[in-house]
């Protein structure tokens, strides 16, 4: 029960990587607030996690709309009266394209949801840390946030722009008892990144990026989310503004 009685919030835990965490985090005692704009997929996660016997309750939230984080941050703090760790975690990806092609509403739309919305859920998190005088939070960035992606240019620098608010973040308050890291995974089979729909963008795409990884297979969600809960206890309390990949040793 490493995390007995933390409150944590999960952004993006109503499916994938973020819904894996948050089990995760509730098997080990916390009190998990799932927050999603998807409320189905929001709402099953905490009715698992009840079902397994966890304490967990959903904030419906568009985390690229700064009124709704606020409305969240609040809500929280209302209800549990303080915030111990926070992932923000939620994210979209798009379909492929050169830069020159890139749409505009694409460019708005992914570093809104990508990236603006760490921003707002950090500016919020971190004022309440601050009165609480501690807190960790972990931004979900990705390998694209590490180095280029060809034809994902929208996702790219937004997962750059995650790395540098972490670090920034992280030297800004590291004297303040708050650590702030970003997590990198490479491709991790979840609703997002389904190496069938992959194949169907491009015949036999997924084998190929498959060969690119040394150790030549996917990730599955729960080793990102065991990572994820690492960086998050205290057996991580010298860990801060790190972008630690969870890659297979493909940035190796
Ligand atoms: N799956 C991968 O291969 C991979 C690799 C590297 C990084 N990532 C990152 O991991 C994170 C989780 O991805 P995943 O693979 O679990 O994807 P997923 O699609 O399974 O889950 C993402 C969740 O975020 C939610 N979401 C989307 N837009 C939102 C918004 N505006 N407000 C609130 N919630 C919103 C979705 O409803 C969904 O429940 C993302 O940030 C993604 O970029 C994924």
Avoid at 115 to 127: D, G, P, R, T
Avoid at 167 to 174: D, G, S
């Amino acid at each position: 029960m490493e995390f007995k009685n933390k409150v944590v919030l999960v952004t993006g835990a109503g499916s994938g990587i973020g819904r894996v965490a948050a089990h995760s985090f509730a098997k080990e005692g916390a009190k998990v607030i799932v927050a999603d704009i998807n409320e189905q997929g929001g709402q099953e996660t905490v009715e698992q996690i009840r079902a397994s016997g966890g304490t967990s309750s959903f904030i419906k939230t568009n985390v690229a709309k700064f009124d709704e984080v606020e409305t969240m941050i609040n809500t929280i703090i209302d209800q549990f009266g303080r915030i111990d760790i926070a992932l923000n975690n939620a994210g979209i990806g798009h379909l492929p394209n050169k830069t020159a092609d890139t749409s505009l509403e694409t460019w708005d739309k992914v570093i809104a949801v990508n990236a603006s919305s760490v921003f707002y859920c950090m500016k919020l998190e971190i004022q309440q840390m601050l009165k609480q005088g501690s807190g960790v939070i972990l931004n979900t960035s990705s390998i694209a946030g590490l180095r280029g992606l060809p034809n994902h240019m929208p996702y790219v620098a937004s997962k750059h722009a995650v790395i540098g608010m972490s670090k920034t973040a992280a030297m800004e308050y590291a004297k303040k008892n708050i650590r702030i890291n970003a997590i990198c995974p490479v491709f991790t089979v979840t609703p997002l990144f389904n190496p069938e729909m992959i194949d169907q963008v491009s015949a036999g795409l997924s084998e190929k990026l498959k060969a690119g990884i040394p150790m030549k297979r996917f990730s599955d969600p729960i080793e990102v989310a065991n990572t994820m809960l690492w960086l998050c206890s205290d057996k991580a309390s010298f860990v801060t503004g790190v972008a630690m990949p969870v890659d297979g040793g493909i940035t190796a």
